[in-house]
């Protein structure tokens, strides 16, 4: 799977939108981009994935770059429950069953 | 639904001995896939079953091994243990029918090896 590069952690005050960036340069054109975040002391939490077309759902949005080369995860307002450290991975479809491959992903902060 | 079921959550064990884990899968789910945790190597993928199949496997010793039954529990065994075991062990499970299918991921057990 390619790689991925994401900050290793990043701040933010509650309930103001959050943009957590991850940078994708050597994507194919088949590797879907996932989101995973784990909250302290549980498993990884599917969040969100696309392919080219943003996408929204119910926990966060994520904006894909038009070269495919960058995308942001954007919680559009965070409360105390989103801190945690969030995973941005590549999926390529051609690949089969293959595992997820995290990488140390973002850690983010929310302060009250 | 009920989520993904990982037995038990804490093991303290010696070193040399061996341990097998538990998951049960959403039901429905016919892929499980086992993951460790550490704070120094992060998450690191270390086979998937499918119908009962092992259908990849990451880079680890063969003293790590799995296995799934047709009801898609799985259950994961690590022999021989060494300290650097020690680690969170997280299992997943998803329909393994499409690469866009996200992974469930269970609470982990804690192993800690002395």
């Known amino acids: 799977d390619a790689k991925t590069t994401q900050p290793n952690s990043m701040e933010s005050n509650e309930e103001e939108p959050v943009h957590l960036p991850c940078n994708h340069s050597t994507i194919s054109g088949t590797d879907y981009i996932h989101w995973y975040r784990q909250l302290p002391s549980q498993g990884p939490e599917y969040v969100i994935h696309?392919?080219?077309s943003n996408v929204n759902n119910r926990m966060a949005s994520l904006a894909i770059a038009e070269d495919r080369k960058s995308s942001t995860l954007i919680l559009h307002r965070a409360t105390l429950r989103d801190a945690a450290v969030y995973y941005c991975i590549l999926r390529g479809a051609g690949g089969g069953a293959d595992g997820l491959t995290f990488g140390k992903g973002t850690h983010l902060i929310i302060q009250p | 639904k009920a989520g993904v079921t990982q037995t038990p959550r804490y093991l303290i064990k010696t070193r040399g001995q061996q341990v097998t884990l538990s998951c049960s899968p959403i039901?429905?789910?016919?892929?499980v896939s086992w993951y460790q945790q550490t704070p120094g190597q992060g998450l690191q993928f270390l086979f998937e079953y499918f119908s009962e199949t092992q259908r990849n496997k990451g880079n680890f010793p063969g003293r790590f091994s799995g296995r799934q039954f047709s009801n898609s529990r799985s259950e994961m065994n690590v022999s021989t243990l060494e300290l650097g075991d020690s680690a969170l062990y997280l299992c997943a499970s998803s329909s393994g029918q499409r690469l866009i299918d996200g992974y469930t991921f269970g609470s982990g057990t804690r192993l800690t090896v002395v």
């Open positions: 039901s429905g789910h016919r892929s």
């Open positions: 696309g392919l080219t």
